[in-house]
């Protein structure tokens, strides 16, 4: 009998190691080794004749063939009902595409896969949904709740990868929803469930069913700690697309933001509400994220931030006070905390304001995390509006890149924002002077060109 053999893989990178290690050499985490039994190959030499392991939609093997000869057509997408779920992925699903979704314990990701399924179910779309958190009668108490049933839309509560593939073999759905890829199985490959071979093995098996079958396979992913998803990294990059639905769980609202989208654009947004009857979409967030300003308050500013093609209207608030302590604090919620220290640091010196004795606490309202230059100016009118304790105009918002010397640089989709800031009723906004050539701005809404810092702050605060 031959000797059972064991090694160790690291569940962030998937460094293997003949012997347990607390820190992975690889990529410096700890306790990220996972013991995993290696399984025996056999010694007898094969001289059969090697077969692809992938085939095309219509059954045939897969070969070579030259890029001139292929003939290249363009994937008709799957629309949902949610013109919030469309829009992340790109315009709607894509045909034998593999979607992964990641997000916190009880944020919702079940909920969005069932309410999706049963609107693709409603418009004569296949759907088999395969849970290995819950029970048959589990899932159905939740579709009563979310109004989801339909002949079309297939309930099959099993952990075991060859009787997933069995069943999608007898049903041939058009789309097939993992819940979720920790808690699947291959009987192959001699591992404990959730570990980074089976994680790695049936992510490939479902890539195959979803290329060679033209099948749409959603898979759910936990998360860590930290906010990543749980596995190895070769999880995220052999999907087609990865999205996260993130929230808070105190708040309502829910956004799902593509970081990977091999069909569209990456770091697209949607916004969700939860509510007792399921997720409802969100049209124009904007209003939402600016309804509980209060007018003409100091420490407060609007910027026109771009999620992908997305242009969305948010608070940006500051508050500046004395440190009472030997080194001034410095806190941000949905900001760079670098940024923040890297605006205050061109303000003290560009703009005369002594920030380096006092507190600043910065969020963006509304649970929303900004990460983009043209949101420098809005920062600094806000930490200067609350420093000097004059307020800011409620029908004004602020976009553009502030520079180390002060200068106020030109960014990406002026046209974009403004329009946006036109729609939801602003009367004036200042933009870098560089972004005021080669287009006309719309009717109703005042456009004023700044150069430096030190000239967007006197045109922005009221005396």
């Known amino acids: 009998m031959a000797r059972i053999k064991t090694q160790y893989v690291c569940e962030n990178c998937g460094y293997i190691s003949p012997r347990f290690l607390g820190r992975c050499p690889n990529?410096?985490?700890?306790?990220?080794?996972?013991?995993?039994?290696?399984k025996p190959q056999s010694t007898t030499a094969t001289t059969t004749k090697i077969s692809p392991s992938r085939t095309n939609e219509n059954g045939s093997a897969t070969k070579p063939e030259q890029i001139n000869k292929i003939k290249s057509h363009t994937e008709m997408r799957v629309k949902t009902d949610s013109e919030e779920f469309n829009r992340v992925l790109g315009g709607g699903i894509v045909p034998g595409s593999l979607i992964l979704i990641g997000g916190d314990p009880g944020i919702g990701k079940s909920t969005l896969l069932l309410q999706i399924s049963g609107e693709l179910s409603s418009d004569h779309h296949k759907i088999l949904y395969v849970s290995g958190e819950e029970s048959a009668n589990q899932i159905k108490l939740r579709a009563d709740r979310l109004d989801v049933a339909s002949d079309e839309l297939y309930i099959y509560p099993e952990?075991?990868?060859?009787?997933?593939r069995h069943a999608i073999e007898e049903l041939h759905p058009d789309a097939v929803v993992i819940d979720s890829v920790q808690t699947v199985e291959e009987p192959s490959i001699q591992s404990a469930i959730g570990s980074v071979a089976q994680v790695r093995g049936i992510t490939s098996d479902l890539m195959n069913i979803a290329k060679s079958k033209g099948i749409t396979v959603f898979v759910v992913g936990h998360v860590t700690k930290g906010g990543t998803l749980a596995g190895p990294k070769t999880l995220e990059h052999m999907v087609d697309t990865v999205l996260y639905f993130e929230g808070d769980m105190h708040h309502?609202?829910?956004?799902?933001?593509?970081?990977?989208?091999?069909?569209?654009?990456?770091?697209?947004l949607g916004v969700f509400e939860m509510r007792e009857g399921g997720l409802k979409e969100v049209r124009n967030?904007?209003?939402?994220?600016?309804e509980e300003r209060l007018r003409d308050a100091t420490g407060s500013s609007i910027v026109v931030s771009m999620e992908g093609t997305r242009p969305i209207l948010v608070e940006i608030q500051a508050?500046?006070?004395p440190s009472i302590f030997g080194n001034a604090q410095r806190t941000a919620s949905g900001l760079d905390r670098n940024r923040v220290s890297l605006i205050m640091a061109v303000l003290e010196k560009r703009a005369?304001?002594?920030?380096?004795?006092?507190?600043?606490?910065?969020?963006?309202?509304?649970?929303?995390?900004?990460?983009?230059?043209?949101?420098?100016?809005a920062m600094a009118v806000s930490i200067a509006s609350s420093y000097k304790d004059q307020g800011t105009d409620s029908a004004e918002c602020y976009i553009g890149e502030i520079g180390l010397t002060g200068e106020i640089?030109?960014?990406?989709?002026?046209?974009?924002?403004?329009?946006?800031?036109?729609?939801?009723?602003?009367k004036r906004v200042l933009v870098p002077k560089n972004n005021l050539s080669g287009w006309t701005p719309p009717a109703g809404i005042e456009v004023i060109g700044v150069a430096t810092l030190r000239d967007a702050l006197n045109k922005a605060l009221i005396n």
């Open 27 to 38: 990529c410096g985490k700890w306790n990220t080794l996972m013991e995993e039994t290696v």
């Open 159 to 164: 952990t075991d990868m060859d009787s997933i």
């Open 252 to 268: 309502s609202y829910r956004l799902l933001r593509a970081v990977k989208n091999r069909f569209g654009s990456t770091n697209e």
């Open 285 to 290: 967030p904007s209003e939402i994220f600016l």
């Open 319 to 321: 508050l500046i006070t």
């Open 352 to 377: 005369g304001l002594m920030l380096q004795n006092q507190d600043a606490y910065l969020k963006a309202a509304g649970g929303v995390k900004l990460n983009e230059p043209a949101i420098d100016l």
């Open 409 to 426: 640089r030109r960014v990406t989709r002026i046209e974009q924002r403004v329009a946006e800031a036109q729609k939801l009723g602003f």
